[in-house]
């Protein structure tokens, strides 16, 4: 009898985890770039959308699917130039979650942004206004 309550519960989870879950992250993917506009005022300070307009922080302007560490004329941290990355909605998402986790050693002075819709705004903003 334990057995099959057992087997149950571990059906329903199975059923909850396969059907919420990809509703969950389809909602984190689908940012309002226009709430990610005030997000990216806090970037803004250190970051610039314009090509070649490096700051405190490197351009943002071709983000997308660009090397992480590969703009010549900006001084990256050794441990973001070694890290592997190629900028995509996930990676920037991982990133902007948790900076110093996702590349210990980096030089952004950055804590995090927690919230994951607030992440899912300012990454649907980048999308378009880093082009």
């Not at 009898?1 to 909850?16: E, K, P, S």
């Not at 997308?64 to 592997?84: I, N, Q, T, V």
């Not at 990133?95 to 950055?110: E, K």
Request: aromatic share 6%.
């Amino acid at each position: 009898m334990i057995g099959r309550v057992r087997a149950a519960q571990l059906l329903v989870t199975a059923v909850l985890v396969t059907t919420l879950l990809p509703v969950g992250i389809a909602r984190a993917a689908d940012g309002d770039p226009v709430r990610g506009e005030a997000r990216f005022q806090e970037c803004a300070a250190c970051h610039k959308l314009e090509a070649g307009a490096n700051e405190v922080g490197p351009s943002l302007h071709g983000l997308f699917m660009r090397k992480a560490g590969e703009l010549a004329d900006f001084r990256y941290s050794p441990a973001m130039k070694r890290s592997g990355i190629v900028w995509t909605p996930e990676t920037l998402e991982k990133y902007i979650a948790d900076p110093q986790a996702t590349v210990p050693a980096n030089r952004m002075p950055y804590a995090g942004m927690a919230n994951a819709s607030d992440r899912a705004d300012l990454i649907a903003y980048l999308s378009k206004a880093s082009k």
